[in-house]
């Protein structure tokens, strides 16, 4: 995570980060290059490629994050991402692709990507299997940075550091995935495995960025449902990319599955609070907020997060059996 380097009280617990992601004097990084969304469990496909089309219809989705509110430069990720179903051969298969920024101070990482998953119909739910391909690339813009004056020298400004006035850098890298979904009427479970590749981002200013494989694992079940579709909905969130791990934990109300409501925790992080409603021409909406619990709370308000997606029926040929997603999709 990098950031503009100016010298400030506020932005001095960001320059910690600068330092421990880039070394200021040149060195190797570790990134994990996931999309850190509150609402993971409303972008499937874009966790994993296996869930794309899993669901029998088209969807497009359009999020925005604006993480920890009140510090300057603060993460930024965008998203828009597609999948649907199609039928080739007497089987049905998902497609997908997804454009994903993430931006901090001088760093945007973009991720591009395409999938595809096959689908299995199962007595009581859906198995895919899936893969996905595509190009992570990272851009360092040493110009948005501006040193200290040559009177305020300390640990973290260095007027003639080469990475703080060099030249605007990007690089770019092949990246792929694999993943399998399952999905029934009351149950989801995901695995995904990202960035099996290891893509590796050397920059000109001799720093390198490694992107860690990682493992997604989401999971949810509906329990409770009653004539009036109200329903409790449980659900997990783990990733690591096995050198530092974050779990996920929360709870869904969900109301004629038109209204929703949940809250949870990110365990040594945030407290969350999402809400979201599904409208009659297919369109669903969530926000969702996070309140910082860790020592960066002195520092920002909290986060927020909006999702938009929009669902419809693209191939009249279906499967005989199809599975409604129990993530209110």
Known sequence: MLIDVCFCPRTRTLLVFFCLICTLTGGVASAQNEPNFTGCHLLPSVVNPAAAGASGLAAVTAAFRQQWVGFDDAPQSMLIAADMQVSFLKNFHGVGVLALQDK?????????????????????????????????????????????PSEVQDGYHQETDPLLNGNDDSQTAFDAGLGAFYQSDNAFISLALQHLTAPKLALKSDAQINVRPALNVNAGRLLGKDVKQRSFEPRLAFMTDFASWQLELSAAANFNRFFWFALGARIQDALLAQTGVRLRNGLDLSYAYDLSLSKLKRYNTGSHEIIARYSFDFDRQKPDKRYKSVRIL
């Open 104 to 148: 901090a101070g001088a760093m945007t990482n973009i991720n591009l990507a395409a999938a595809y998953s096959f689908h299995i119909y199962l007595d009581k739910g859906i198995l895919a299997l899936g893969a996905r391909f595509g190009a992570v690339n990272a851009k360092f813009s040493a110009s948005d940075l501006h040193t200290a």
